[in-house]
């Protein structure tokens, strides 16, 4: 049993830098790894950054340098800090959460970089 929230998108201009959010519900202890997927109008759903606990990260080759993933493991919640924004990056971001066996998703907020 549990549950995945996330928020933070929203609208900024190219350059500009947003903050995702999102938490998970139920046992910190069976959470393996946290992570972000995107995806873009007329695209597959692609893989952007991810966590495994407690502080490995790996980044999707394009997003390297600009975003970031950090954690909280006592409230288990991860981050996803966006720097230098392209217009490329606008598509609706899922976060990612496995336990066990399972992968559970959330809601995925917007996130639109205008030129």
């Known amino acids: 049993q549990g549950q995945v929230v996330e928020s933070g998108g929203g609208l900024v201009q190219a350059g500009g830098s947003l903050r995702l959010s999102c938490a998970c519900s139920?046992?910190?202890?069976?959470?393996?790894?946290m992570g972000w997927s995107r995806q873009a109008p007329g695209k597959q759903r692609e893989w952007v950054a991810r966590?495994?606990?407690?502080?490995?990260?790996n980044y999707k080759d394009s997003v390297k340098g600009r975003f970031t993933i950090s954690g909280d493991n006592a409230e288990n919640t991860v981050y996803l800090q966006m720097n230098s924004l392209k217009p490329e990056d606008t598509a609706v971001y899922y976060c990612?959460?496995?336990?066990?066996?399972?992968?559970?998703w959330g809601q995925g907020t917007q996130v639109t970089v205008s030129s």
């Open positions: 990612f959460a496995t336990r066990g066996i399972y992968t559970y």
């Open positions: 139920g046992s910190i202890s069976g959470i393996l790894a």
């Open positions: 966590l495994i606990r407690p502080d490995t990260t």
